[in-house]
């Protein structure tokens, strides 16, 4: 029994993170990160979030000699809210190209799916429930209570490298897919998804790692 409740402990502490890593691809011809100048760019149509996001992972990339720029400061805010033509978004990497950036750190999310929980404060591991009538009493609230079944959103949300100097202005250098579950401030779901990126960009070997 002492091994069952070990084991369900980590699965709740695994469920209790609201971004979760799903995969990622690093372009086999790259082995280090080394851009003279990125520009992070957030794709959402709400300016705080878009905000919020592009400062942390700048301050990321900063604390590791990467040097690099939110989009909100060089791009119009209307630029990643409304729909651009490809001669548009051509004439975009032109222009920072002039103005010295040689890669574009770019997150989007690429879809959103409903999902349907249950009030796990309804679990109990123990033996006070071995009894059925006991067991019945206590969890036939569960028709009852509308609050037991809870929907939520999972964001399935893509962070992707692009080096400005490959071939044809777009050379990926590497893309990873992390999944948002049920998030609820702006704040703590955007350091937690900076977090588990510059993460797997380490582990990747293509950002150094801080030594604290």
Not at 130 to 158: A, K, L, M
Request: hydrophobic share 35%; aromatic share 12%; with cysteine.
């Amino acid at each position: 029994m002492k091994k069952i409740i070990v084991i369900i402990g980590l699965l709740v502490l695994v469920s209790c993170s609201s971004t979760r890593f799903v995969d990622s691809w690093k372009n086999p011809e790259v082995t280090s990160f080394k851009p003279e100048k990125v520009l992070v760019v957030g794709i959402t149509d709400n300016l705080t979030a878009r905000k919020i996001f592009e400062e942390d992972l700048k301050k990321a990339f900063v604390q590791r000699n990467i040097n690099a720029i939110e989009s909100n400061t060089v791009l119009d805010n209307t630029f990643t809210s409304s729909k651009k033509t490809e001669a548009e978004i051509n004439e975009m990497i032109n222009e920072i190209s002039k103005d010295g950036f040689d890669a574009v750190v770019i997150t989007a999310i690429k879809g959103v799916d409903e999902k349907i929980g249950y009030d796990d404060g309804y679990y109990t591991i123990g033996y006070r429930w071995s009894r059925f009538g006991r067991y019945y009493y206590r969890y036939q609230d569960i028709y009852y209570t509308p609050r037991y079944y809870d929907t939520y959103n999972v964001y399935h949300v893509e962070t992707s490298i692009y080096n400005l100097n490959g071939a044809e202005n777009k050379s990926l250098v590497w893309v990873g897919a992390l999944d948002l579950v049920n998030p609820q401030t702006i704040s703590s779901t955007v350091k937690d998804y900076v977090d588990r990126i510059i993460k797997q960009l380490e582990k990747e070997n293509l950002i150094v790692k801080l030594n604290y």
